[in-house]
């Protein structure tokens, strides 16, 4: 199983970014699909999930910012993140899993500065 995260970097406060999840070595279709961050000396802080059938989940710190998606051809699952705050500066990581998350990538570091 692997889950790999693309997309994060350095954007001033306002900005956007795209988060991309690769996924591979398991049926893709039969997982929901999280999205985790971790902020700079705090815990861990789920952020939005997309079941297998595409219905979407948002933590309220990022509702009406942050939209999930997936594209089961492709085994990916995308962040789109807009608005961007400081607080939102984390690691995030997506993670696999339908009672619990059983596999976690290695996260994406995003950083909101001026």
């Known amino acids: 199983v692997q889950l790999v995260e693309s997309g994060g970097g350095l954007v001033q406060p306002g900005g956007s970014l795209r988060l991309s999840c690769s996924a591979s070595?398991?049926?893709?279709?039969?997982?929901?699909i999280h999205w985790v961050r971790q902020a700079p000396g705090k815990g861990l802080e789920w952020v939005s999930r997309v079941s297998t059938g595409s219905k979407t989940y948002y933590a309220d710190s990022v509702k009406g910012r942050f939209t999930i998606s997936r594209d089961n051809a492709k085994n990916s699952v995308w962040l789109q993140l807009n608005g961007l705050k400081t607080e939102d500066t984390a690691i995030y990581y997506c993670a696999k899993g339908n009672a619990y998350l059983d596999y976690w990538g290695k996260g994406t570091l995003v950083t909101i500065s001026s």
């Open positions: 070595g398991f049926t893709f279709t039969t997982y929901t």
